[in-house]
Antibody, heavy 122, light 107 residues
């Protein structure tokens, strides 16, 4: 059974940093592209980051609005994906979901974690 | 970025009714579209991919159609468990983008 479990959320001050983690199991992590998607309270979904597998040189992709502040990374030995978030802003307040596609070459998300809430507030 | 405009933002329908939700892309996305259902407090759940392919285990009363810039999700014979928010997502081009969502409630 595919499992994605996010941790690391919490209440932080504007300008601070936070690193989220997603522990995975139930599939071959090393050849799976992984993503983060977020959802502000009561709002829609926003794709945050993608990290490809070693065969694609771990290429990362971000929306232009988050480039430079957010960094996605992965540890294939631990089957974990991470999201480093720097210089956090009020508008980064959201539930952050770890997601994965069904297989290589698909870009829709049948698998989601339960999410971890990040609250940025002074 | 490709903008996804979803309509209506909210919808009220009766049990057994047929409901249609629309998603319009700002440019041709060549059927690179998925639909998700999200219930309060839960993670999104994939319904449709490639505009019209039903994800495993999704009831056949859900269907997707469309092409080019115009896509729709249809729910036949609305059930009480279909009360949720629905989102479209384009994955034709980066950054992948979502529609603003449709809140479906029972009349």
């Amino acid at each position: 059974e595919v499992q994605l479990v996010e941790t690391g959320g919490g209440l932080v001050r504007p300008g601070s940093s936070l690193k989220l983690s997603c522990a995975t199991s139930g599939f071959t992590f090393s050849n799976t592209w992984m993503n983060w998607v977020r959802q502000a309270p009561g709002k829609g979904l926003e794709w945050v980051a993608l990290i490809k597998d070693k065969y694609s040189n771990y290429e990362a992709k971000y929306p232009e609005s988050l480039k430079g502040r957010f960094t996605i990374s992965r540890d294939d030995s631990q089957s974990r994906v991470y999201l480093q978030m720097n210089t956090l802003r009020d508008q980064d307040t959201a539930t952050y979901y770890c997601t994965r596609p069904v297989n290589f070459g698909s870009y829709w998300f049948p698998y989601w974690g339960q999410g971890t809430l990040v609250t940025v507030s002074s | 970025d490709i903008q996804m405009t979803q309509s209506p933002a909210s919808l009220s329908a009766s049990l057994g009714e047929t409901v249609t939700i629309e998603c319009r892309a700002s440019e041709d996305i060549y059927n690179g579209l998925a639909w998700y259902q999200q219930k309060p407090g839960k993670s999104p759940h994939l319904l449709i991919y490639n505009a019209n392919s039903l994800h495993t285990g999704v009831p056949s009363r859900f269907s997707g159609s469309g092409s080019g810039t115009q896509y729709s999700l249809k729910i036949n014979s609305l059930q009480s468990e279909d009360v949720a928010s629905y989102f479209c997502q384009q994955y034709y081009d980066y950054p992948w983008t979502f529609g603003g969502g449709t809140n479906l409630e029972l009349k």
